[in-house]
């Protein structure tokens, strides 16, 4: 049975005869050498003259029968699998029901798959796993990382040394990585196996720096368990050698390898990482914090000895880079260091969004000043409704029956829909949070109807202040802060973590009220 002259101009003709053999084969349930005897044929013809549309077409169908028969066929039990999980389709309606269901389904899969593998005597088994896993590392499914932790189990039960070796030189990094993490968790593995795979992790990681879709890959690395088994100096070096390349290569790109540097912080490379960050992000105006990752590096300057905080401190001169680090700093030396620089500090250049946040954080003073100098653009009109339904709000002299009225008789001017509707949200919002002594759940219920529709730091605050002055006299206090607990720590997982001083405070109450 030859195909092969259909494949020169159209292949409709072509398939749909080929869908209809597939249709129509003598099926065994138990998926016996005689079912699908005609697809046979038609394949192995196909794979004697290199007839690559054919062979395509069989070995990628989504026929289901067909699927299961090639599962238990020695050469083709890793297409069959694929093609079999490509179909897992999930709706938004049923999706907790058709999760469960498909959790069962990959562990049937996973369960033949490596049945067939451990009954694979041919020279290239290695290599189906290896398509395997080039496929899974990239599936983009909801169920991805629970196929992974099943192959992870599965893999650990077998040798994967000559495994590993192909990976390694293929030099596919996702999957090294994950090898690295199986052979991590076989206590019985050799040090050296883990040291020389990670070293060529790091390495592949350290050479990659001009290329952004290379980078991307190591974004969920845990580098902390990598450097476990090869030596930090490496990165290091190459981090003190970033100014060099700067100008040579994607600012953006550089950031990762500094993100990784922050995240293995220990006091001993402090002064490292100070030298570092000073060489790099400095310019003629100061530290340009922009250069680096800004955030995770403001919060890493928590840990930093009082010493080296004040050489950091002493290059910035942004406005706006001062607000984030009194915001997020905790220790209260540090932030008096801050406020002392921000009060003498001249204005020059601001994003006018700063005014917002100095008011909100007592700089009332810098607040004004900024104030004069905005001009009467569209921003600038949003910054100051911000500032003015702010200063209503924490108005000392107004009752609170008083706030109310003057922000629902509050004039909105700006033409700017999305401003227009954050200033109104924001009126909202503090509407809310005045009622918070005299109906707690209101506010508690409330914001959370605000949060699941908008996830917001000062959302999370209020909750979490709304909730404990609600259970703060009840006979079960103990157990609703525990459910309080719980409840902040999944509504942590929608925000950036970016925790700043009074959420701390806010979060650790009911864990200090607990007493775990």
């Known amino acids: 049975m030859n195909l092969e002259h259909l494949n020169r101009e159209k292949n409709i003709t072509r398939d749909s005869l080929l869908n209809v053999i597939i249709e129509n084969e003598e099926k065994n349930i138990y998926y016996s050498k005689e079912s699908f005897k005609h697809t046979q044929h038609i394949l192995n013809s196909a794979i004697k003259s290199n007839d690559i549309f054919i062979i395509d077409k069989i070995l990628h169908s989504w026929n289901i029968k067909l699927n299961a028969f090639l599962l238990t066929q020695e050469n083709y039990y890793q297409f069959a699998f694929i093609n079999l999980i490509k179909q897992f389709r999930i709706n938004n309606i049923i999706e907790n029901y058709e999760l469960k269901v498909y959790k069962v389904m990959l562990e049937i899969l996973v369960n033949l798959y490596f049945e067939m593998y451990n009954k694979d005597h041919s020279s290239n088994k290695n290599d189906k796993l290896y398509l395997l896993l080039t496929f899974i590392i990239n599936w983009n499914h909801k169920l991805h990382d629970y196929l992974l932790s099943l192959l992870y189990v599965k893999l650990q039960k077998i040798d994967i040394d000559n495994f590993v070796e192909i990976s390694l030189e293929k030099s596919n990094i996702s999957i090294i990585y994950f090898l690295f993490t199986v052979y991590e968790g076989i206590q019985t593995k050799e040090k050296q196996i883990l040291e020389e795979v990670s070293s060529k992790i790091v390495k592949t990681f350290i050479e990659s720096y001009d290329n952004y879709f290379e980078l991307q890959s190591y974004k969920t690395f845990n580098f902390k368990l990598l450097f476990k088994y090869t030596n930090v100096d490496t990165l290091l070096v190459f981090c003190k050698n970033l100014s060099n390349i700067r100008n040579n290569s994607n600012q953006y790109n550089l950031k990762n390898y500094l993100e990784v540097l922050f995240n293995l912080y220990t006091r001993k490379m402090e002064i490292e990482i100070v030298n570092i960050v000073l060489n790099f992000a400095k310019t003629d105006y100061g530290l340009n914090l922009g250069l680096i990752n800004e955030d995770k590096f403001i919060t890493l300057l928590n840990l930093f000895e009082i010493s080296n905080f004040k050489l950091i401190l002493k290059d910035i001169n942004h406005i706006d880079d001062l607000l984030k680090i009194y915001n997020i700093i905790l220790d209260k030396a540090k932030k008096n260091i801050v406020s002392k620089k921000l009060e003498d500090i001249k204005i020059t250049v601001f ?142 997982e929608k925000l950036d973590n970016k925790l700043v001083l009074k959420e701390y405070e806010i979060f650790l109450q009911p864990f200090a009220e607990c007493q775990f």
């Not at 702010?390 to 999305?418: A, C, G, Q, R, V």
């Open 351 to 492: 994003n006018k969004n700063s005014v917002f946040l100095a008011q909100e954080l007592g700089f009332y003073e810098l607040s004004t000043r900024i104030l004069k100098i905005l001009n009467d653009d569209e921003t600038s009109k949003f910054v100051k409704c911000k500032v003015e339904l702010s200063s209503i709000y924490k108005d000392n002299i107004l009752t609170i029956k008083e706030k109310h009225e003057k922000l629902n008789n509050f004039k909105i001017n700006i033409i700017s829909h999305t401003n227009k509707q954050y200033c109104q949200n924001y009126l909202t919002f503090l509407n809310i949070i005045l009622n918070i002594d005299r109906d707690p759940k209101y506010v508690y219920d409330s914001l959370k109807k605000l949060f699941k529709n908008s996830p917001q730091h000062s959302y999370f605050i209020n909750i979490a202040i709304a909730y404990i002055e609600l259970v703060k006299d009840d006979e079960d206090k103990k157990d609703k802060l525990k459910y309080l607990i719980k409840e902040l720590k999944i509504l942590l």
